[in-house]
């Protein structure tokens, strides 16, 4: 446990949920940060700043997922291109230089002359990459965006506590929350 | 529309089902609508250990009963919000380590690996052991789960937006009443 959650008591709420790929320490670094930034006065604020963290590395995951996605997507995606190009080819060939293209030389600098006969280039791979993804990461920003809010109405409700201004979550927080319950639901 | 003929053959047809007669059989159906427990009750022994513990630390010391029922509320919902997130990560560990994703590629090329196939038919020889392509990341592995995951993940996401509701309305009732009592806990 890192110097700042000397309290064994804070471990049920610091508690770290990560992936296989992801990093004790990059995590450690996160919440140590954050913790730095937020400074905790009481258990309440403790158990906010805790849920800032889960939600801010929740966003790195997802942003680190959405270049993943996109880069998972080039080959398919060279593959489109290329038959849209080489109407005439086997489909069989087409399939053959877009595997290759990312492991041979000489297949890539083939595929680029091709590109550049068209007035493509390599970015369009990508750009295409990004266009057969676009479902998935218009998701993927969808849980961004909800989480964005969670971490600013989180941070509201910390500085009315601190101010002493803390106002009956009637009154506030359904908003928040509806939308995101409604948005999810509508989504489904 | 079943004509009637229709409708008679599947009546007959369903008086011939009964369900499961077996004992494995039926404890087996009983669990057909379990998907991953989220909705069950765990106010198992020890949860209840850890939400008393939250809400000494939040309400330390004071008797209110408001405060005490929201303070508990608060922990329960974040308790909740924990599993949430760790099925979340088992689902995803799960996926990427067992999901359907492709073995690992032998030949970089179709074309190769015709090559190689014929070569095997034409000159049966003892050819040199074939090393797989580089597999993939396990970060590449499991953005590739998340991918395929994205509906699973999405009623998971309602699941914890509901918990989160809670949790904040929660933490927001206990911030209030402790900012009335003035009442600043450590």
Known sequence: ???????????????????????????????????????????????????????????????????????????????????????????????????????????????????????????????????????????????????GSRRDRILQRLEDHRAGLATPPYLDQGEGNDRELRHQNAVD | ???????????????????????????????????????????????????????????????????????????RAHLELARIRQVKCDIIGRMAQYGALEPAALFRARAAEMRYLKSLVDKPRKLKPIAPLPIPSEAEREAEAVQRLLPELRKLNRYEARAHASWDRALGEVSLRVSKCDLRLD
């Open chain 1, 1 to 147: 446990m890192n110097s700042l959650i000397n309290d064994p008591g804070l471990d049920a709420i610091y508690e770290e949920n990560l992936l296989v790929s992801e990093s004790q320490s990059r995590y450690s670094a996160l919440r140590n940060a954050t913790l730095e930034w937020l400074k905790p006065r009481d258990f309440i604020e403790q158990m906010w700043a805790a849920e800032i963290i889960q939600g801010e590395w929740e966003m790195l995951r997802l942003r680190r997922f959405k270049s993943l996605i996109i880069t998972s997507a080039r080959r398919p995606a060279l593959q489109n291109l290329l038959h849209l190009l080489l109407q005439d080819s086997a489909s069989k060939d087409i399939d053959d230089l877009a595997d290759r293209f990312f492991s041979n030389k000489d297949v890539r600098r083939k595929v680029g002359a091709i590109l550049r006969n068209f007035g493509l280039t390599e970015a369009n791979i990508d750009a295409e990459a990004f266009r057969q993804s676009l479902g998935d990461l218009a998701e993927i920003n969808r849980r961004l965006d909800e989480l």
């Open chain 2, 1 to 75: 529309m079943a004509s009637a003929r229709q409708i008679a053959a599947n009546r007959k047809n369903a008086r011939k089902s009964t369900g499961p007669r077996t004992r494995a059989g039926k404890q087996r159906a009983c669990r057909n609508a379990y998907r991953h427990g989220l909705t069950i009750q765990t106010d198992n022994g020890e949860s209840c250990d850890v939400v008393e513990s939250l809400v000494r630390r939040m309400v330390a010391g004071s008797t209110d009963q408001d405060l005490l029922h929201w303070a508990a509320v608060a922990a």
